[in-house]
């Protein structure tokens, strides 16, 4: 952040792509809330994105900031339907997956 974060090209900043789901909760938390604290030192118009660990459910990551405390916090969810059981075969049912 001290060398680029102001950089034109630095929009969005995400400290860990997917995080392990078993890494310890109080950890993570402990580490998103100071890599945010760091980058809006430095640049507070840079958004902090933040990987949902494989948890998606938003019970988990509601308390991870203040509800007036959100502003440029981006949540980043990767659902892997390649994977899913069974198997979608059409756009209606890949779409299902979401609902």
């Known amino acids: ?24 909760l109080p950890t993570l938390f402990d580490f998103y809330r100071r ?3 760091t980058i809006r030192e430095i640049n507070p118009a840079v958004k902090f994105v933040f990987h949902d660990s494989f ?8 308390e991870l900031f203040a509800d007036d405390d959100i502003e440029n916090v981006v949540l980043d969810n990767h659902t892997y339907l390649a994977w899913t059981q069974p198997r979608n ?6 779409c299902g997956t979401f609902a």
């Open 1 to 24: 952040m001290l060398k680029w974060g102001h950089h034109p090209a630095v929009y969005a900043l995400e400290p860990a792509n997917e995080p392990w789901d078993k890494s310890d």
């Open 35 to 37: 890599v945010r604290a």
């Open 55 to 62: 948890r998606p459910k938003a019970s988990i990551w509601n």
């Open 89 to 94: 075969d059409d756009v209606t049912s890949y």
